[in-house]
């Protein structure tokens, strides 16, 4: 299972997930990746009229390598949209909109392989009928459950 820590200080907010080590090492390490990020925004610059009132997000994923122990364990469903829903509603999924190829990794880890056109449909079904939100990003769709889904 996947470890995170998220701080949120003002508007800015800090995420770190992977293991609990991988975590706790990035975190001994953070005074030094503050610092690093600081230079590197440079906020003399980064400050603009439209940039002010956004907060900024810094994101930190110690280990990229996909594992199944970072993906939830659902039980048996007896479709994709269950599977889905299910998915949806753990942890992993309520964080965190989630976009198609993290489900599909997510499936996949669950020994459930249903291709892209499959999901993609069934997404937009759950989307119709009210069971799921979808909204764009720069990484794409993500999808997340309704508050009355969720609940």
Request: aromatic share 6%; proline share 7%; with cysteine.
């Amino acid at each position: 299972m996947t470890f995170s820590f998220r701080v949120k200080m003002n508007q800015n907010e800090i995420e770190i997930s992977g293991t609990k080590k991988e975590v706790l090492d990035v975190i001994e390490a953070l005074p030094k990746l503050v610092g690093q990020v600081s230079k590197a925004l440079n906020p003399a610059e980064a400050k603009t009229p439209a940039s002010e009132d956004k907060p900024v997000v810094v994101r930190l994923t110690p280990s990229t390598a996909v594992s199944p122990k970072m993906f939830p364990s659902i039980k048996e469903a007896k479709n994709c949209s269950g599977a889905v829903v299910k998915l949806l509603m753990t942890e992993w999924g309520t964080w965190k909109p989630r976009t198609t190829p993290e489900i599909i990794e997510a499936l996949k880890a669950n020994a459930l392989h249903y291709p892209r056109s499959t999901l993609s449909g069934v997404l937009a079904w759950l989307v119709k009928k009210g069971k799921v939100r979808r909204w764009k990003t720069d990484a794409g769709y993500v999808y997340i459950l309704t508050e009355k889904e969720a609940a």
